[in-house]
């Protein structure tokens, strides 16, 4: 079947020489013809046309290239099966960076123009990304499935990070620090770097069902992210911090009538927002590291390993069974 349509521009972020999807959670529709329910994944075979100046990435490897006089077409390869909220594009004036880490050919995308900064953050950049695969390849006994592995660095980007398969986007603020970036500050950007890379396993190749359970690869994300940054920075005590970043904001509610459950459910997408609150953000983190305590590492590791593999490519939620 053939659509012809006119995509919507609210979620394409236009300007005058960039263009960036942002489909989270569910404005694909608004571009596209397509439902927003993370349990329809598809596979994207996406063709754009550009100013013959201009980069352009998306999930996928690019297939063909052709030049069109003043301009330049650009052929994707097809995805492997993806929620809509992870499907990406960008496209304007880019610079690109190359490098091979473990025979993997990584590429960043930005538009930073200080020269010296770049210079100043490129490799680790590079370096924090590969050690977060290499952990989580380790960690989960699962290859990274998606293939390439691009990111893009975009000014003024709205969140931190957000994981399109194997083309995540950064706020390039948060990722190219100053020569005086403090220990804190490096861990700061280790942490966004991993938590996005872990969400290749953890949300985009095993997804949640509905958004009642977006938490879960929330946590898991963070779960992973501090395994992989906070050895990278022994010297900060971040046990300390764990224990002041969540608990006292958790007991806070918890302790109070108005407590409710992790889980609640969403009727209505547009609701979303309100599910956001401490018991999500803070006591879950705590209740994730209560787990595997409990179970111990080994036994929780395996146990996250089994529901990956059971659940690959596809979808699941919090009550899922074996
Ligand atoms: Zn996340």
Known sequence: MRIDFTAGDAPLNRSDDLLYTLFVPAHARQA?????????????????????????????????????????????????????????????????????????????????????????????????HAQSLAFMERYTGIKYQFGKFDFVLIPAFPFGGMEHADDIHYRAESLLLEESATQRQLLSRARPIAHETAHMWFGDLVTMKWFDDV????????????????????????????????????????????????????????????????IIYEKSPVV???????LGEELFREGLRGYLRRYSFGNTTWDCRG
């Open 288 to 294: 994730m590291r209560q787990l595997e305590a409990l």
């Open 32 to 128: 596209l013809p397509c439902f927003d329910q993370p349990d329809l994944k598809g596979r994207w075979s996406v063709t754009v046309e550009h100013p013959a100046a201009w980069r352009a990435v998306a999930n996928g490897a690019e297939l063909e290239r052709r030049e069109l006089g003043t301009r330049t077409r650009v052929r994707f390869a097809r995805t492997k099966p993806l929620a809509t909220y992870l499907v990406s594009l960008a496209v304007g004036k880019f610079q690109l960076e190359t490098a091979q880490r473990d025979r993997r050919t990584m590429r960043m995308f930005h538009r930073e123009t200080d020269g010296a900064k770049l210079a100043r953050n490129r490799e680790a950049l590079f370096d924090l």
């Open 215 to 278: 938490w879960t690869k929330e946590v898991f994300a963070n779960f992973m992210a501090s395994k992989i940054a906070d050895p990278l920075f022994p010297e900060l005590n971040h046990e300390l911090q764990f224990f002041l970043d969540h608990h006292g904001d958790a007991y806070a509610v918890e302790r109070s009538a108005g407590t409710n459950a992790i889980r609640q459910p969403l009727e209505n997408l547009g609701a979303a927002g309100s599910l956001y609150k401490p």
